[in-house]
């Protein structure tokens, strides 16, 4: 009988971070010669190909193809407003049947290609598990958001057994006994779920505990960090899943892989905005570590009296500062076009706003010394390879656990948490980029040292992705 070759699935949330850690793995995958399958939305992949290079870059992979299937929202809605939930229910009622045909059918796509021997969904969609399970098709989800926050969710059931969940009482600073881990660490204010009122109803984390339930039954588990990182806490994780690929840092896994192969390091943007390089041009005009990089993200929003106060409190720091301001971060509000203009004539001299920058162009400019961030993993991840020091202003979910592990376990930057004040903001700022400047500077270039020694030849990543790409060739036999 013939065996299958490998084939691997790849189908990540229709967010920015999932879709560019999972075009990074694609690529790696292409470069270890493996047939990658990447499926998309519709509209994101409109998107993808409006602002970036993908389709050249991916043209010299021969075994590569992108496929797209509908989100199950109406082509007209803008999808900026659109509640995550919301997104993953409608994409789920099409994306259910769509990995049963293809996993069913003996080719992926019905004439050229061989079918489909590995799914790689996004933890997040655990019923790919099921599926997997079901038709008899390795799954391997790749869980996109920080390790440190899905420890937290791994522990959900037991906080729910020992009742530490839902919260009683208001005070925030409790702290939790039963997760392993993190005691005398993690407090109620640093949750994933921090409003939690009742688990049983709250959606989000009646996913999160739902993607709990499918991890001992896939074929392991990707993560994007290194073992010098959160080592600790992978030991945990695997105590869930043993096979437990930590892979990370991504973006820096591949410039590693393809500086070996000798292939060109293109200008490799996953960008769903355009990228506005001018904030390259404005940096290059800028004393080395002068500037601090404000962004949070492509989903958080702010309230007009927040963003108010992260300007002024930047402002009086007499710093520099670079901010994204997306057109959509002004919370309940379409755009926030008239708002930001006035908000930049105010101090042309010291800010300089774009709407979408090329976020790791900019964090590796020698300009920058320092980023305030939401925390997202991918931003994270990103600023501890080019060892640039934090401020966290966490919004949800695994940013609150992210942000709290940069503050107390780390100790590569400061956390807001909960506090918007310009003030405060003001201090940390300065505290960041003046005061402590050489302390932070040093555990955090430490660490980034750490990450690249993790994707180089026989380091901790660079085994992990050799052990994953055999386990999922081996499968394909
Ligand atoms: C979302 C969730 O908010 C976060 O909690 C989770 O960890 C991942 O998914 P997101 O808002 O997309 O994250 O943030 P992040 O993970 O930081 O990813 C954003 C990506 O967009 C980064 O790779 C960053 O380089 C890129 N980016 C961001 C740009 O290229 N330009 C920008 O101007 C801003």
């Not at 065996?3 to 699935?9: D, I, K, N």
């Not at 208001?170 to 997760?179: H, I, Q, S």
């Not at 402002?315 to 930001?340: A, P, T, Y």
Request: proline letters at 5%.
């Amino acid at each position: 009988m013939d065996h299958p070759s490998p084939h691997v699935l790849l189908f990540p949330l229709p967010i920015q971070s999932p879709i560019n850690s999972m075009l990074h793995l694609a690529e790696l995958f292409c470069l270890a010669g493996l047939q990658v399958t990447f499926l998309n939305t519709n509209h994101n992949q409109k998107l993808l190909l409006r602002h970036t290079n993908v389709e050249s870059r991916f043209r010299q992979y021969p075994r590569f193809r992108f496929r797209t299937i509908s989100d199950g929202l109406p082509e007209e809605n803008p999808r900026s407003s659109v509640q995550f939930g919301e997104l993953i229910s409608s994409l789920q009622a099409v994306a259910e049947p769509f990995l049963r045909e293809i996993l069913l059918s003996s080719s992926s796509d019905g004439v050229t290609e061989p079918p489909v021997t590995c799914v790689i969904p996004d933890g997040l969609f655990y019923y790919a598990v099921d599926i997997g399970n079901e038709i008899g098709v390795p799954v391997i989800p790749f869980d996109t958001i920080s390790p440190c926050c899905l420890w937290v969710y791994l522990c959900i059931p037991k906080l729910i057994q020992a009742e530490e969940i839902p919260f009683k009482g208001n005070d925030l600073d409790a702290l939790f006994e039963n997760v392993a881990g993190m005691q005398g660490l993690l407090r109620r204010r640093d949750f994933p779920f921090y409003r939690l009122i009742d688990y049983a109803t709250d959606p989000y984390c009646q996913i999160a505990l739902k993607e709990v339930e499918s991890i001992p039954r896939s074929n392991g588990l990707i993560l994007n960090t290194f073992e010098d990182l959160d080592g600790p806490l992978l030991s945990l994780i695997r105590s869930h899943c043993q096979q437990t690929y930590a892979i990370g840092p991504l973006h820096l896994h591949l410039k590693t892989k393809l500086a070996e192969k000798r292939m060109p390091i293109s200008a490799s943007s996953n960008s769903l905005w355009e990228e506005d390089h001018s904030s390259i041009q404005w940096l290059d005009a800028q004393p080395i570590e002068s500037v601090i990089y404000v962004s949070f993200g492509s989903m958080a929003t702010l309230s007009k009296e927040e963003i108010l106060e992260f300007w002024h409190g930047l402002v009086n720091s007499g710093i520099r500062f670079l901010w994204v301001m997306r057109s959509n971060l002004l919370r309940g509000e379409e755009s926030n076009h008239q708002f930001v203009k006035e908000l930049s004539e105010g101090c042309k001299e010291r800010a300089y706003i774009v709407s979408w920058a090329p976020q790791e162009k900019v964090l590796a400019h020698s300009a920058i010394g320092g980023f305030l961030t939401h925390s997202g993993w991918n931003s994270t991840m990103e600023s501890i390879v080019q060892g640039k020091p934090m401020i966290c202003w966490a919004v949800y979910v695994d940013q609150r656990v992210t942000s709290r592990f940069v503050g107390e376990v780390w100790k590569i930057g400061v956390d807001m948490k909960d506090i918007c004040d310009r003030y405060i903001i003001e201090k940390m700022v300065k505290d960041l980029m003046v005061t402590n400047r050489d302390e932070f500077k040093k555990s955090a270039e430490k660490l980034s040292n750490l990450a690249k020694e993790s994707v180089g030849d026989g380091g901790s990543s660079y085994n992990a992705l050799q052990c994953l790409v055999d386990d999922v060739k081996k499968l394909g036999r």
